[in-house]
């Protein structure tokens, strides 16, 4: 087209004002500027030039609508923009006439729009109406002319042009070479927000833009305006650094990277020469901090964002807000998380925390030691989220720190374990670790665990005794991850130190998860023990057979400079690792890792070689001293361990090393007693060592017995025969005894059913001698009248498969264990009676309840005996959990023992739980009436109830005095400890229907003593807080906690209102209309119980203060009497704590020097008072307290010790009538009365 038809176009476009609300005018407008612009022919550009300087205005106005216009997704309006651009840019343009601050805004405008992302209807949508408005005439023409639609642009309609994108960006940084903004400062500051917004706004067209140069584009732009020509570099960069704190807060994006970059390396680069920029960039992190989410994830972005900005700072900027964090941790619970994220990371990038150290104790000047105890302070925090990260944060330092050695021997002073590698571990966070272990919250207690794993490498394994035992408590947490992490603590804590104390504790806590319900922790505790200890013990065994036992020149025969030889020659504290493994209290474990870890083929041959080898170096090194053989003793738990691998380990055991010692302890055993040499020596000889040395050689022979010899095996087994039918073997060896010979028989034998006939005929040759035993002293006692001894128990464990003979045991047992007087005859008698129970579970079921009531006995022995041998039956299935016998064991809870006590919390809280989790919500009503004896229930009134109950007598709790409603109270408690949320949902309606509304139906007599006290209980259980659900609606600390530990917060957040739903319709519809129509009963009785009712209805519904009026629209008058009482306990809890409060302040004016207990009783007042309502009426109470003191005192000394006179014989005035004159009542009006009960009360501060 002719250009002065196009100049004449744009003249006339423009004159025209716009065109109107056609966008189609604008469209003419951008295309004929930019063909226009693009001529060679400075004379028309110059005429142009010219007849737009009196037309200035009006363009301007025109190309701000074109480049506000929102069609086609903003493609008109960049386009404008574009063509704006390249105006302004053009040779010999007016720069200054064209260049308008509005006009600008609008351009930032056009390109957010333009990348901000739109919906797909919006698009289709604004594409059909520019159809249309296209279609009404010219649109093939204007078509044509639209600009921006060239080939290869894009590909659908509306779609971004990345092209176009990139020639905005690149023409608006070029304008800003020579435009300059420090005149138009709001421009500036929506440029730099444009331009930060960029990167965000991006995103969705990452798949279209070529990010990198985009971010390089609004690099350049930025670093632009960080020039005087744009105004105040300060300033600019504040904006700057502002506007891109999004960014910077933002997850791990280009766009962060972007942000981190222009500001640690362009805006650092500037500040370094400009004092006051540097102060803008020193404050950004600060800011930052304030901005930080609260959320962890989000949260931990912002922490690394800081930290890149503080590592890219000098020196004395760095110091300076490391002194900022540490005040940050005395400040809101926001900063204090911030600050305890924060420090680990500065003490780990900053490089050298102990750099700057005092000659003199080596750490007061270190900034480092000043984060470390805002640290140590911060484990203690009030937030558990806090305490927790604080805890995890210190593991992290102290992890990091241990790896230098002048750091370490810091950290250690530091923490206050100044004992160098021998130090006991007590520093001055082992009081901190004992409290975090056993802290409420579950990730407090998994990060104090981290923490003393950390501390261990620090401190060689040596800790306090008690941080011990409370890791080894922490094994038995009800969190699966707790429980790990104390294996893991105390699993490292062995590993690095085998001090007898960390020995011990380790075998008593970690091998007992291995019958743990969570199949990791079973897999992590066989493999600790497969490397702790086979490992060990085979490390040790390998030292051994590498060198013979070496004697020192000086050595000598006593005991005690022998035992410590032993010691020398075993490394690692083999031989206390020994010892323990054949505790009671550990075997049972041992065994269960053993079985499972040989099923899994990891036990290797090298464990039961290294066992031989101890054996063996054991003896001869006692036989080098020459000591008499008769009295050595292998090392305790060798022998066991043996006996325990062996079973998949046939092979790896040699015969003559059994056989010998076999021969050495069946030769001992005849002549223990007779031979006194060794007691010159001071060496005694354990007979039960003997014992059981004697059956783990058994144990092991029988498990080896297919690989012995065939001849050796024979005379063996003779052997053993020999000694089973003499019936005097020690107790513990006979089963040794006969599982050995059966497995003797089967090598004896060539073929198997030889062997079936050779276990046949000895069998029956001892069960034919044992009987005659047996039936020989029945007959004896029967002819005698004599009682029953332990010979009887004895008689009964040898006759296990005689039938007839067991029946008349059993009987005779029972008989005397009803009326025997004698308790280690009745304690014998229970034992003959589980053991029965083992092997005839269906002839001693009848038997039960008389062996139960042994639980009652009056001997604790007896009792403490009854109840282990009755729970382990329970626990194995001999015994099931009905009847009378869930009841009974109730009583052991409350027992005057209190190991009986423990026994019973154990058995009630960990092996029930699992075993039987419904037990104590199908039983707790029945619960309820048997421990009150109550039979006042007709629903309970038949005949066999009665029966059963009267002789349940002994095993009730009855009496209505406090002693025994704790104890009630106390099992109560227990039973609801063990239920799951929906089955307390369950109990409390039970409770109603069962108990409440029987009282109001007159089912239940509550005028019986048993029925009051029924009742009674039912209000206590109904009130405590076991039974009640959380309904507190979350509060925002929770949740962060929750989020911060992994969990679903809004699945617990849908939980918490279900529940809160559930429980307020559970007291609308069922609980308050039984506790109304109760409430009306018992008043028309006068019955004391209508104030438990009252006080049990006030703790139901304390959570419900705003909907009371809704729950009780039945009964008005409850409604008044229950408001009233909140009102008065509040006021009696008040004025409680305010007599509190003048007896100590009384006592602290009096006694000056108890200035510490008086601080920490006002401490403890301070954090009793959460309400800020409750709060307020505390300190009205003790104003008015502290000044009736005050006036009591100057009455006192007025009176000179006088009492004030009464009313009466006081000269008043009279008062004449409210009723002008009438007679007098002596009564007031009852209006007087009414407006007196009206009168609000005022709890002002003012007024007192």
Same mark, same amino acid.
Request: overall charge neutral; some cysteine; aromatic content about 6%.
């Given at each position: 087209?002719?250009?002065?038809?196009?100049?004449?176009?744009?003249?006339?476009?423009?004159?025209?004002?716009?065109?109107?609300?056609?966008?189609?005018?604008?469209?003419?407008?951008?295309?004929?500027?930019?063909?226009?612009?693009?001529?060679?022919?400075?004379?028309?550009?110059?005429?142009?030039?010219?007849?737009?300087?009196?037309?200035?205005?009006?363009?301007?106005?025109?190309?701000?609508?074109?480049?506000?216009?929102?069609?086609?997704?903003?493609?008109?309006?960049?386009?404008?923009?574009?063509?704006?651009?390249?105006?302004?840019?053009?040779?010999?343009?007016?720069?200054?006439?064209?260049?308008?601050?509005?006009?600008?805004?609008?351009?930032?405008?056009?390109?957010?729009?333009?990348?901000?992302?739109?919906?797909?209807?919006?698009?289709?949508?604004?594409?059909?109406?520019?159809?249309?408005?296209?279609?009404?005439?010219?649109?093939?023409?204007?078509?044509?002319?639209?600009?921006?639609?060239?080939?290869?642009?894009?590909?659908?309609?509306?779609?971004?042009?990345?092209?176009?994108?990139?020639?905005?960006?690149?023409?608006?940084?070029?304008?800003?070479?020579?435009?300059? &903004?420090?005149?138009?400062?709001?421009?500036?500051?929506? &440029?730099?927000?444009?331009?930060?917004?960029?990167?965000? &706004?991006?995103?969705?067209?990452?798949?279209?833009?070529?990010?990198?140069?985009?971010?390089?584009?609004?690099?350049?732009?930025?670093?632009?305006?960080?020039?005087?020509?744009?105004?105040?570099?300060?300033?600019?960069?504040?904006?700057?650094?502002?506007?891109?704190?999004?960014?910077?807060?933002?997850?791990?994006?280009?766009?962060?990277?972007?942000?981190?970059?222009?500001?640690?390396?362009?805006?650092?680069?500037?500040?370094?020469?400009?004092?006051?920029?540097?102060?803008?960039?020193?404050?950004?992190?600060?800011?930052?901090?304030?901005?930080?989410?609260?959320?962890?994830?989000?949260?931990?972005?912002?922490?690394?964002?800081?930290?890149?900005?503080?590592?890219?700072?000098?020196?004395?900027?760095?110091?300076?807000?490391?002194?900022?964090?540490?005040?940050?941790?005395?400040?809101?619970?926001?900063?204090?998380?911030?600050?305890?994220? &924060?420090?680990?990371?500065?003490?780990?990038?900053?490089?050298?925390?102990?750099?700057?150290?005092?000659?003199?104790?080596?750490?007061?000047?270190?900034?480092?030691?000043?984060?470390?105890?805002?640290?140590?302070?911060?484990?203690?925090?009030?937030?558990?989220?806090?305490?927790?990260?604080?805890?995890?944060?210190?593991?992290?330092?102290?992890?990091?720190?241990?790896?230098?050695?002048?750091?370490?021997?810091?950290?250690?002073?530091?923490?206050?374990?100044?004992?160098?590698?021998?130090?006991?571990?007590?520093?001055?966070?082992?009081?901190?670790?004992?409290?975090?272990?056993?802290?409420?919250?579950?990730?407090?207690?998994?990060?104090?665990?981290?923490?003393?794993?950390?501390?261990?490498?620090?401190?060689?394994?040596?800790?306090?005794?008690?941080?011990?035992?409370?890791?080894?408590?922490?094994?038995?947490?009800?969190?699966?991850?707790?429980?790990?992490?104390?294996?893991?603590?105390?699993?490292?804590?062995?590993?690095?130190?085998?001090?007898?104390?960390?020995?011990?504790?380790?075998?008593?806590?970690?091998?007992?998860?291995?019958?743990?319900?969570?199949?990791?922790?079973?897999?992590?505790?066989?493999?600790?023990?497969?490397?702790?200890?086979?490992?060990?013990?085979?490390?040790?065994?390998?030292?051994?057979?590498?060198?013979?036992?070496?004697?020192?020149?000086?050595?000598?025969?006593?005991?005690?400079?022998?035992?410590?030889?032993?010691?020398?020659?075993?490394?690692?504290?083999?031989?206390?690792?020994?010892?323990?493994?054949?505790?009671?209290?550990?075997?049972?474990?041992?065994?269960?890792?053993?079985?499972?870890?040989?099923?899994?083929?990891?036990?290797?041959?090298?464990?039961?070689?290294?066992?031989?080898?101890?054996?063996?170096?054991?003896?001869?090194?006692?036989?080098?001293?020459?000591?008499?053989?008769?009295?050595?003793?292998?090392?305790?738990?060798?022998?066991?361990?043996?006996?325990?691998?062996?079973?998949?380990?046939?092979?790896?055991?040699?015969?003559?090393?059994?056989?010998?010692?076999?021969?050495?302890?069946?030769?001992?055993?005849?002549?223990?007693?007779?031979?006194?040499?060794?007691?010159?020596?001071?060496?005694?000889?354990?007979?039960?060592?003997?014992?059981?040395?004697?059956?783990?050689?058994?144990?092991?022979?029988?498990?080896?017995?297919?690989?012995?010899?065939?001849?050796?095996?024979?005379?063996?087994?003779?052997?053993?025969?020999?000694?089973?039918?003499?019936?005097?073997?020690?107790?513990?060896?006979?089963?040794?005894?006969?599982?050995?010979?059966?497995?003797?028989?089967?090598?004896?034998?060539?073929?198997?059913?030889?062997?079936?006939?050779?276990?046949?005929?000895?069998?029956?040759?001892?069960?034919?001698?044992?009987?005659?035993?047996?039936?020989?002293?029945?007959?004896?006692?029967?002819?005698?009248?004599?009682?029953?001894?332990?010979?009887?128990?004895?008689?009964?464990?040898?006759?296990?498969?005689?039938?007839?003979?067991?029946?008349?045991?059993?009987?005779?047992?029972?008989?005397?264990?009803?009326?025997?007087?004698?308790?280690?005859?009745?304690?014998?008698?229970?034992?003959?009676?589980?053991?029965?129970?083992?092997?005839?579970?269906?002839?001693?079921?009848?038997?039960?309840?008389?062996?139960?009531?042994?639980?009652?006995?009056?001997?604790?022995?007896?009792?403490?005996?009854?109840?282990?041998?009755?729970?382990?039956?329970?626990?194995?299935?001999?015994?099931?959990?009905?009847?009378?016998?869930?009841?009974?064991?109730?009583?052991?809870?409350?027992?005057?023992?209190?190991?009986?006590?423990?026994?019973?919390?154990?058995?009630?809280?960990?092996?029930?739980?699992?075993?039987?989790?419904?037990?104590?919500?199908?039983?707790?009503?029945?619960?309820?009436?048997?421990?009150?004896?109550?039979?006042?229930?007709?629903?309970?009134?038949?005949?066999?109830?009665?029966?059963?109950?009267?002789?349940?007598?002994?095993?009730?709790?009855?009496?209505?005095?406090?002693?025994?409603?704790?104890?009630?109270?106390?099992?109560?408690?227990?039973?609801?400890?063990?239920?799951?949320?929906?089955?307390?949902?369950?109990?409390?309606?039970?409770?109603?229907?069962?108990?409440?509304?029987?009282?109001?139906?007159?089912?239940?007599?509550?005028?019986?003593?048993?029925?009051?006290?029924?009742?009674?209980?039912?209000?206590?259980?109904?009130?405590?807080?076991?039974?009640?659900?959380?309904?507190?609606?979350?509060?925002?600390?929770?949740?962060?906690?929750?989020?911060?530990?992994?969990?679903?917060?809004?699945?617990?957040?849908?939980?918490?209102?279900?529940?809160?739903?559930?429980?307020?319709?559970?007291?609308?519809?069922?609980?308050?209309?039984?506790?109304?129509?109760?409430?009306?009963?018992?008043?028309?009785?006068?019955?004391?119980?209508?104030?438990?009712?009252?006080?049990?209805?006030?703790?139901?519904?304390?959570?419900?203060?705003?909907?009371?009026?809704?729950?009780?629209?039945?009964?008005?008058?409850?409604?008044?009497?229950?408001?009233?009482?909140?009102?008065?306990?509040?006021?009696?809890?008040?004025?409680?704590?305010?007599?509190?409060?003048?007896?100590?302040?009384?006592?602290?004016?009096?006694?000056?020097?108890?200035?510490?207990?008086?601080?920490?009783?006002?401490?403890?007042?301070?954090?009793?008072?959460?309400?800020?309502?409750?709060?307020?009426?505390?300190?009205?109470?003790?104003?008015?307290?502290?000044?009736?003191?005050?006036?009591?005192?100057?009455?006192?000394?007025?009176?000179?010790?006088?009492?004030?006179?009464?009313?009466?014989?006081?000269?008043?005035?009279?008062?004449?009538?409210?009723?002008?004159?009438?007679?007098?009542?002596?009564?007031?009006?009852?209006?007087?009365?009414?407006?007196?009960?009206?009168?609000?009360?005022?709890?002002?501060?003012?007024?007192?």
């Amino acid at each position: 087209m002719d250009e002065e038809l196009l100049l004449a176009r744009i003249i006339a476009g423009i004159e025209g004002g716009g065109g109107g609300d056609d966008e189609s005018h604008y469209h003419e407008l951008v295309a004929d500027l930019k063909s226009l612009l693009e001529t060679d022919d400075d004379e028309i550009l110059d005429r142009f030039y010219v007849s737009l300087s009196s037309t200035a205005s009006p363009f301007l106005r025109c190309f701000s609508a074109a480049m506000d216009s929102p069609v086609e997704s903003g493609r008109l309006a960049i386009s404008a923009s574009e063509a704006y651009l390249s105006l302004l840019l053009s040779t010999n343009c007016p720069v200054f006439t064209f260049f308008s601050p509005v006009a600008f805004l609008s351009l930032l405008g056009s390109i957010r729009r333009y990348l901000k992302p739109r919906h797909r209807e919006d698009s289709g949508a604004a594409s059909q109406g520019n159809k249309k408005k296209r279609g009404r005439g010219g649109g093939s023409r204007k078509n044509a002319r639209n600009p921006g639609r060239e080939d290869g642009d894009e590909t659908e309609e509306g779609g971004l042009d990345a092209k176009l994108v990139f020639r905005v960006l690149e023409r608006l940084g070029s304008v800003l070479g020579f435009v300059h &903004l420090d005149r138009f400062p709001d421009s500036l500051k929506s &440029l730099v927000q444009t331009v930060s917004e960029i990167p965000l &706004l991006a995103l969705e067209h990452s798949g279209v833009l070529n990010y990198d140069r985009l971010m390089e584009m609004c690099g350049r732009i930025l670093g632009g305006v960080l020039s005087s020509d744009h105004g105040d570099v300060p300033l600019t960069a504040a904006e700057i650094s502002k506007s891109l704190t999004p960014l910077l807060l933002m997850g791990k994006h280009q766009a962060r990277s972007f942000a981190l970059r222009f500001v640690s390396r362009k805006i650092m680069g500037l500040a370094k020469d400009n004092s006051e920029l540097k102060k803008v960039v020193c404050n950004l992190p600060k800011f930052l901090v304030h901005k930080a989410p609260e959320k962890a994830e989000p949260r931990g972005f912002a922490v690394e964002a800081i930290l890149e900005i503080v590592k890219a700072m000098e020196v004395e900027d760095q110091s300076e807000f490391v002194d900022f964090v540490m005040k940050m941790g005395q400040g809101k619970s926001n900063l204090r998380i911030l600050a305890v994220d &924060l420090i680990p990371l500065l003490m780990s990038s900053l490089g050298n925390p102990f750099g700057s150290i005092s000659s003199e104790d080596g750490v007061e000047d270190s900034w480092g030691l000043g984060c470390l105890n805002a640290l140590v302070q911060r484990c203690s925090d009030s937030s558990a989220l806090i305490r927790a990260r604080a805890l995890s944060n210190l593991a992290q330092v102290v992890g990091f720190l241990s790896g230098d050695k002048r750091s370490r021997s810091i950290l250690k002073q530091a923490l206050g374990f100044t004992g160098g590698e021998t130090s006991e571990g007590k520093g001055r966070i082992t009081d901190l670790l004992k409290k975090r272990c056993v802290d409420e919250k579950a990730a407090t207690r998994r990060a104090a665990l981290l923490l003393v794993t950390k501390l261990t490498s620090l401190l060689g394994g040596c800790f306090d005794v008690s941080i011990l035992k409370t890791m080894g408590t922490s094994c038995s947490d009800p969190l699966i991850s707790i429980r790990k992490a104390a294996i893991s603590a105390l699993s490292e804590a062995f590993r690095i130190c085998t001090d007898e104390v960390v020995t011990t504790e380790w075998l008593h806590s970690v091998p007992r998860m291995v019958m743990d319900n969570e199949t990791s922790i079973q897999e992590e505790c066989e493999n600790v023990f497969h490397e702790l200890v086979l490992e060990r013990i085979s490390r040790a065994g390998n030292s051994l057979s590498q060198g013979s036992a070496s004697l020192p020149d000086n050595w000598s025969s006593s005991s005690k400079d022998l035992d410590r030889d032993i010691e020398a020659l075993f490394p690692e504290g083999v031989l206390v690792l020994l010892r323990e493994l054949c505790n009671s209290e550990v075997s049972p474990w041992v065994k269960k890792i053993c079985v499972s870890l040989g099923k899994k083929k990891q036990l290797k041959p090298r464990v039961a070689l290294a066992l031989q080898s101890i054996i063996k170096e054991s003896e001869s090194l006692w036989l080098n001293r020459s000591m008499p053989i008769n009295k050595w003793t292998a090392p305790a738990g060798a022998w066991f361990l043996l006996s325990e691998v062996s079973v998949f380990l046939p092979k790896s055991v040699e015969w003559e090393f059994l056989h010998h010692h076999w021969q050495l302890l069946d030769k001992n055993d005849l002549q223990e007693g007779t031979d006194g040499q060794g007691d010159e020596e001071g060496v005694e000889c354990n007979s039960s060592t003997w014992a059981g040395d004697r059956v783990f050689l058994l144990q092991t022979i029988s498990n080896v017995s297919l690989q012995l010899p065939p001849e050796p095996a024979a005379d063996l087994a003779d052997n053993l025969l020999k000694k089973i039918e003499k019936f005097n073997l020690h107790s513990a060896e006979v089963d040794a005894h006969v599982k050995a010979l059966k497995t003797l028989c089967v090598k004896k034998a060539r073929i198997p059913e030889e062997s079936d006939v050779l276990v046949k005929k000895w069998v029956e040759q001892v069960l034919s001698k044992a009987s005659k035993v047996t039936e020989k002293y029945i007959e004896g006692i029967s002819s005698n009248n004599l009682s029953f001894a332990t010979p009887a128990m004895l008689g009964s464990r040898r006759s296990k498969k005689l039938d007839s003979v067991s029946k008349k045991l059993s009987k005779a047992i029972t008989a005397e264990l009803e009326k025997s007087d004698c308790a280690a005859l009745r304690n014998n008698l229970v034992v003959a009676m589980t053991d029965f129970c083992v092997h005839y579970t269906a002839m001693i079921e009848c038997y039960i309840p008389k062996i139960t009531k042994r639980l009652r006995d009056p001997c604790e022995v007896v009792r403490r005996q009854t109840f282990i041998l009755l729970s382990r039956l329970l626990q194995r299935d001999y015994v099931k959990w009905r009847g009378v016998l869930f009841l009974r064991f109730l009583l052991s809870l409350v027992d005057e023992s209190e190991k009986i006590r423990r026994l019973a919390d154990f058995l009630f809280g960990n092996i029930l739980k699992v075993k039987a989790p419904l037990l104590a919500y199908n039983s707790f009503v029945e619960a309820i009436y048997v421990l009150n004896d109550c039979h006042a229930h007709n629903g309970h009134n038949n005949s066999d109830a009665k029966q059963s109950r009267t002789k349940d007598q002994a095993f009730s709790i009855r009496g209505n005095d406090e002693r025994a409603r704790s104890k009630r109270m106390q099992i109560y408690v227990t039973l609801l400890k063990q239920m799951a949320p929906e089955h307390l949902l369950a109990t409390f309606a039970k409770l109603c229907a069962e108990v409440l509304a029987a009282a109001s139906d007159g089912m239940l007599n509550i005028e019986d003593v048993t029925g009051q006290s029924v009742l009674q209980d039912a209000f206590q259980i109904l009130a405590c807080k076991e039974i009640r659900l959380s309904v507190s609606r979350g509060s925002s600390s929770e949740t962060v906690e929750m989020e911060e530990e992994g969990g679903d917060s809004n699945a617990a957040a849908a939980k918490g209102r279900a529940i809160t739903q559930a429980v307020r319709k559970g007291l609308i519809q069922n609980t308050i209309p039984i506790f109304i129509e109760l409430k009306r009963l018992l008043e028309s009785k006068n019955s004391p119980l209508t104030g438990s009712l009252m006080d049990c209805l006030r703790v139901l519904l304390k959570d419900y203060k705003n909907e009371i009026e809704e729950m009780l629209v039945a009964d008005k008058q409850l409604q008044k009497e229950l408001v009233y009482d909140m009102q008065k306990h509040e006021a009696a809890k008040a004025r409680s704590m305010a007599n509190q409060g003048v007896g100590c302040a009384t006592s602290h004016r009096s006694r000056e020097p108890e200035q510490p207990a008086t601080a920490a009783a006002a401490a403890g007042r301070e954090e009793n008072v959460r309400d800020s309502g409750l709060e307020s009426r505390v300190v009205s109470a003790a104003a008015d307290a502290m000044a009736a003191k005050a006036a009591r005192s100057v009455l006192r000394e007025v009176n000179g010790g006088a009492a004030t006179p009464p009313l009466s014989a006081m000269s008043v005035p009279k008062l004449r009538s409210s009723l002008g004159g009438g007679k007098q009542s002596g009564r007031p009006s009852a209006d007087v009365i009414e407006s007196l009960r009206r009168r609000p009360t005022f709890m002002s501060d003012d007024d007192n």
